[in-house]
């Protein structure tokens, strides 16, 4: 079976056309609960993630399938990646998107010192600035948990015939 071209969405670049906010996962459906009672966020973000992807392939593509769907995630969204990658897994199956990879860039824990305009990323748990160690600090990135991009893959005119020009 042949594979067409690769549709590319960004939250840089070209939008679905469906004008989602893929940056905007907190408003996730209700999450799952545990056997143990607690609440597992990982899979109300996992859903959010599939419902965004599923309604960005274009009217005209129904067919196509979503490959792969590119997330950051900030060391302080308080995001397990590897239950949000088994969330993914198990909430996709039998959607539009099942079988899709999901990829996540982690993001460092960055800062900026408000007093002496000092950039650094965070590596312990303390939070000061190692140039002048005032506490007067604001966060550059770490937060962040965003769908990056979602590539789509259309099925190409030849797949239905492995051999098109096999004339023997």
Known sequence: MGIGPILFFSAYGTTPP???????????AAPEKTESGKKLHEMGIALQVIEIAAASVPEHLRHAR???????????????????RFC???????????????VVE????????????HQW?????????PA???????LVSGRELDIR??????ESSDAADPHPSDSH
């Not at 469906?18 to 996730?28: M, V």
């Not at 990323?121 to 600035?129: D, L, R, V």
């Open 132 to 138: 002048c160690s005032s506490g007067d600090i604001t």
């Open 66 to 84: 979503v490959a792969r769907v590119n997330l950051t995630v900030g060391k302080l969204s308080a995001v397990v990646i590897d239950s949000l």
């Open 149 to 154: 991009s979602i590539e789509i893959e259309e």
């Open 18 to 28: 469906t004008g989602l906010q893929c940056t905007c996962l907190f408003g996730a």
């Open 106 to 117: 982690e993001v460092d824990v960055a800062a900026r010192c408000n007093g002496c305009a």
């Open 88 to 102: 993914f897994d198990v909430a996709s199956k039998e959607t539009p998107i099942e079988g899709a990879e999901l």
């Open 121 to 129: 990323t965070i590596e312990s748990p303390a939070f000061s600035c």
